[in-house]
């Protein structure tokens, strides 16, 4: 099927902080990022592409329980982790208690896009959940924190089986294209997308 970024378009409305509460609280971890093969494999092909062998300070939002957090932290000297779910903020903060620079605290973007600026910042399976205004807000908002030479690490579900959603395909099309930002790496298979971007 040949698809344009145009089949598609972002949701309305944000989904709302309240739909992910009520995912964690039917189930510790939702997505089964902790045992999922998918995710473990979407996890190390991540890891993989990084360009750089190690990062002075890293950004990830969206880091659910913190399994790709730990994976991260291994390769960073300072990483800030968020997610807008306090249960998943608990979570990802007891499964790195023991590494001091490592930071996990709770934010809900773009409203909560932090002051600092790194030269890594990695967001998975969240742009997609963005309404159009809250998408490009928090496009933005990355890129001006991305410092120049910085590498972007998106990665996101490819919905295949249902050509008119609005997924990583779609997602990543405005980031691939944006004027300030050179492709690295794509990844392209039946279960994700990942491009790694750096800002010029």
Not at 48 to 64: D, F, I, V
Request: negative net charge; proline residues 5%; aromatic residues 8%.
């Amino acid at each position: 099927m040949t698809r344009t970024p145009g089949d598609a378009q972002p949701p309305a409305a944000s989904y709302s902080l309240a739909h992910f509460e009520n995912l964690y609280l039917a189930k510790d971890d939702p997505w089964d990022n902790a045992t999922k093969w998918s995710d473990q494999r979407k996890y190390a092909v991540t890891m993989a592409s990084l360009p750089q062998q190690r990062y002075r300070n890293a950004y990830e939002p969206g880091c659910a329980v913190g399994i790709l957090s730990r994976l991260l932290a291994a390769r960073c000297d300072a990483l800030l982790a968020v997610d807008a779910v306090q249960a998943a903020v608990s979570q990802a903060a007891g499964y790195v208690a023991d590494l001091s620079h490592v930071r996990v605290g709770t934010a809900v973007l773009p409203a909560d896009l932090p002051d600092d600026t790194f030269d890594l910042i990695v967001i998975g399976d969240l742009l997609y959940y963005l309404s159009a205004e809250d998408l490009q807000a928090t496009v933005d908002g990355l890129i001006a924190r991305l410092e120049p030479g910085g590498d972007l690490a998106v990665v996101h579900f490819r919905d295949r089986d249902h050509g008119g959603n609005f997924d990583g395909f779609n997602a990543h099309a405005m980031l691939v294209d944006h004027a300030e930002l050179t492709p690295l790496v794509h990844h392209d298979d039946d279960w994700f997308l990942l491009d790694i971007l750096r800002r010029s």
